[in-house]
């Protein structure tokens, strides 16, 4: 489904994502890092979204938060109507799973797997996947499909981590 401004504006369309009032507090012993303090968010259907501020400001900690990795300290977070923010670990565990793609910033490829296994772990457990040699050939790394993390140059490893979620994240 997608939503046209003029849906927007006249205020009939549902957001994908409705966040509000969401905080999340990290403890460090006697420090508590305020990482988001109240933030209010609509994501629409078909909008692509960049979220900009500068390092350290809460931007993948947001993320985490609405791709189901971590959990909100206070406020609520609704996905197409269901309240992530009251879900069990495995209604999260199936959010994530029917979803979410997420490319890590930190890429988290496992060093043991080679790029196919690497993209196949996400293949394994997708509703309908896409052949991993397929998601890997999409990002150009059709010749490089038995090599292993540290035999890819930082682009191409980078390159792998955006190839798991493609074949997920079908809301
Ligand atoms: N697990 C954690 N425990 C304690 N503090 C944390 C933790 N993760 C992040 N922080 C702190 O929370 C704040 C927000 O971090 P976050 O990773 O969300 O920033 P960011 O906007 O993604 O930054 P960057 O652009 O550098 O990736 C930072 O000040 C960071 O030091
Ligand atoms: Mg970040």
Redesign the pocket.
């Known amino acids: 489904m997608r939503e046209t401004e003029a849906d927007r504006a006249g205020g009939t369309a549902e957001p994908v994502f409705r966040a509000r009032g969401v905080t999340k507090v990290?403890e460090?012993g006697e420090v508590k890092?305020h990482?988001l303090r109240g933030v209010d968010l609509d994501l629409f259907s078909g909008e692509l979204v960049v979220l900009l501020?500068?390092?350290?400001?809460?931007?993948?900690?947001?993320l985490n938060i609405l791709g189901g990795l971590d959990t909100a300290t206070s406020g609520t977070v609704v996905y197409c109507g269901k309240e992530l923010t009251r879900a069990t670990d495995r209604e999260l565990t199936e959010y994530r799973r029917r979803h979410v793609g997420f490319v890590f910033?930190f890429y988290n490829l496992i060093p043991s797997l080679t790029a196919l296994e690497n993209v196949s772990v996400v293949t394994d457990i997708a509703a309908s996947p896409m052949r991993p040699e397929e998601a890997l050939g999409l990002v150009g790394l059709a010749d490089r499909l038995n090599h292993f993390p540290a035999q890819l140059s930082g682009g191409e490893q980078q390159r792998v981590a955006i190839a798991r979620p493609l074949q997920n994240g079908r809301p």
């Open positions: 990290y460090m890092v990482a501020g500068p390092s350290g400001s809460g931007k993948s900690t947001l910033q």
